[in-house]
C-alpha cells in the first residue's frame, strides 16, 4: 500500500482554516457559561434597592439562563440541518467562509447588546454560523482527504482544536476581567463579560486573510461541473442499513452534549453565585472591593460609587472562576490526546468508548454531589482538580 501523498500549500490552509473553525466553534459556545452570570444582572433591570433583579436562584433568572442555554441550541441544531443542503448548493468553501462571518459578527455584536432579546438573538445567531460551518468543514475535510486513514487523521487531529478554543476563551475572560477597567468604555461601563463576547471577532481575521487562497472541494466542483450533484435526503439516514447507527450515534451525542453543557458547563454559575456559591469566590470578590476602596482612601479620593464596586467585585469573581474553567479546558485537551494515543493501541471503537465512558459516569455525579456539599470550604484546589478529571473524560 503506497504512503499518503504529502500535504499541498492548499491542503495546510484549509487545515488551518477548519482547525480554526473548530476551535472557535467551541470558543464561541463556552463564553455563555462564563458571562451569563453577570451579562443577566447587567441587562435584567435593577430594583428599588440597586440590586440586579436577575441574580443566580431568582426565578427571572432561572427562565432567562434556560432560555440563552437551549433556544440558540435548538435554532443552531434546525439549521445545522439546513447546513447540508447549503453546502451542496453553494459549496463548502463559500460556506464555511460565511458561517464564520456570521458567528463571529454576531459575537461582537452581542458583546453591544443593551437588552436581553438582543442578546438572545445573537446568540441564535452564533449557534447557527456554528452548526453550520461544523458541517462545511466535515464535508470539505472529508471531500479533500480521500485516503481512508489520512482522512480519519486529519479529522480527528483538526477536530481537537475544540478543547484548544476552550482553554482560549477560558484565559481571555481572565485577562479582560483582570484589565477590564482599563479597556474601552461600552455603553459607560468596563464590564468583562462584553470583552469576552466581543473577543469572538477574532477568527474572522485570519480567514480574510487565508480566504482568496482556499480552493473548491475537488469532489463538490467535479460533480457540479458534470451535472450529477444530488442532494442527499435526511431520509436515507433512517434506511434500513443506517437506521439503528443513527439513532444510537444520535443519542450518544445529545448525552454527550447533555453532560457538558448541563452539568459540566454549569460550574461557573454554581461557583459565582452572590450568596451561595464558593466561599474562595466569593471572598475574591470582596477582597478586590475592599482594596479598590482602600486605594481610593489612600489617594485622598472618595470611595467608588456602589455601581463601581459592584463591577469591580464582577470582574474578580469573573477572573477567580475563569482559573477553575482553564483546569476544566486543560483536562478536554490532555484527554483528547490521550484518547488519540490510546485509539491507536486499542482497535476496538467499543472498548475504547467504555475506557472513558465508564470513569465519566462515576466522576461527573460524584463531583458535582461534592461540590454542593463544600461551597463554605477552602475546597477549590480540590474542585479545580476534580473538574480536571471530568474534562478529561468526557470532552
Given at each position: 500500500m503506497n504512503a499518503p501523498s504529502r500535504f499541498t500549500t492548499a491542503q495546510w490552509l484549509i487545515c488551518i482554516i477548519a482547525a480554526i473553525g473548530f476551535a472557535f466553534d467551541i470558543y464561541e459556545l463556552l463564553m455563555l457559561p462564563l458571562v451569563i452570570k453577570p451579562a443577566l444582572a447587567a441587562l435584567g433591570g435593577v430594583g428599588d434597592n440597586g440590586v440586579p433583579l436577575l441574580t443566580p436562584g431568582s426565578p427571572g433568572f432561572v427562565q432567562w439562563a434556560r432560555t440563552l442555554f437551549f433556544v440558540p441550541a435548538i435554532v443552531g441544531g434546525v439549521f445545522g440541518l439546513l447546513g447540508g443542503y447549503l453546502t451542496d448548493a453553494l459549496g463548502r468553501r463559500r460556506v464555511l467562509t460565511f458561517s464564520i462571518l456570521l458567528y463571529a459578527g454576531s459575537a461582537f455584536a452581542a458583546g453591544l447588546s443593551t437588552t436581553l432579546w438582543q442578546l438572545l438573538i445573537c446568540r441564535c445567531l452564533v449557534f447557527i454560523g456554528v452548526c453550520v460551518e461544523f458541517v462545511a468543514a466535515v464535508a470539505w475535510l472529508a471531500e479533500l482527504f480521500t485516503e481512508p486513514k489520512q482522512r480519519e487523521k486529519v479529522l480527528g487531529y483538526t477536530q481537537a482544536f475544540s478543547s484548544l478554543g476552550g482553554i482560549m476563551v477560558a484565559s481571555v475572560n481572565l485577562l479582560v476581567a483582570k484589565w477590564a477597567l482599563d479597556l474601552p468604555a461600552i455603553h459607560g461601563n468596563h464590564e468583562a463579560w462584553r470583552y469576552t463576547l466581543i473577543s469572538g471577532v477574532i477568527p474572522a481575521l485570519p480567514l480574510i486573510l487565508i480566504r482568496p487562497f482556499l480552493p473548491e472541494s475537488p469532489e463538490w466542483q467535479r460533480?457540479?461541473?458534470?451535472?450529477?450533484?444530488?442532494?442527499?435526503?435526511?431520509?436515507?439516514?433512517?434506511?434500513?442499513?443506517?437506521?439503528?447507527?443513527?439513532?444510537?450515534?444520535?443519542?450518544?451525542?445529545?448525552?454527550?452534549?447533555?453532560?457538558?453543557?448541563?452539568?459540566?458547563?454549569?460550574?461557573?454559575?454554581?461557583?459565582?453565585?452572590?450568596?451561595?456559591?464558593?466561599?474562595?469566590?466569593?471572598?475574591?470578590?470582596?477582597?478586590?472591593?475592599?482594596?479598590?476602596?482602600?486605594?481610593?482612601?489612600?489617594?485622598?479620593?472618595?470611595?467608588?460609587?456602589?455601581?463601581?464596586?459592584?463591577?469591580?467585585?464582577?470582574?474578580?469573581?469573573?477572573?477567580?472562576?475563569?482559573?477553575?474553567?482553564?483546569?476544566?479546558?486543560?483536562?478536554?485537551?490532555?484527554?483528547?490526546?490521550?484518547?488519540?494515543?490510546?485509539?491507536?493501541?486499542?482497535?476496538?471503537?467499543?472498548?475504547?468508548f467504555r475506557l472513558f465512558q465508564v470513569p465519566s459516569l462515576l466522576i461527573v455525579p460524584a463531583l458535582f454531589w461534592w461540590i454542593s456539599q463544600n461551597l463554605n470550604s477552602d475546597s477549590l484546589t480540590i474542585v479545580k482538580l476534580g473538574i480536571f478529571a471530568a474534562g478529561f473524560f468526557t470532552v
Open positions: 460533480k457540479r461541473d458534470a451535472g450529477v450533484l444530488r442532494r442527499p435526503s435526511p431520509w436515507e439516514l433512517f434506511s434500513p442499513g443506517l437506521a439503528r447507527t443513527t439513532i444510537v450515534t444520535t443519542l450518544l451525542f445529545g448525552a454527550s452534549y447533555g453532560i457538558a453543557f448541563g452539568a459540566i458547563q454549569q460550574l461557573p454559575q454554581i461557583l459565582s453565585a452572590p450568596t451561595s456559591g464558593h466561599q474562595q469566590i466569593r471572598a475574591a470578590s470582596k477582597a478586590a472591593q475592599d482594596d479598590a476602596v482602600a486605594k481610593a482612601a489612600e489617594a485622598g479620593k472618595p470611595a467608588p460609587a456602589e455601581g463601581a464596586l459592584k463591577a469591580i467585585g464582577r470582574n474578580a469573581a469573573d477572573e477567580a472562576v475563569a482559573k477553575v474553567a482553564q483546569w476544566q479546558e486543560m483536562g478536554g485537551l490532555i484527554g483528547r490526546v490521550a484518547f488519540a494515543f490510546v485509539a491507536v493501541l486499542i482497535v476496538s471503537r467499543r472498548q475504547l
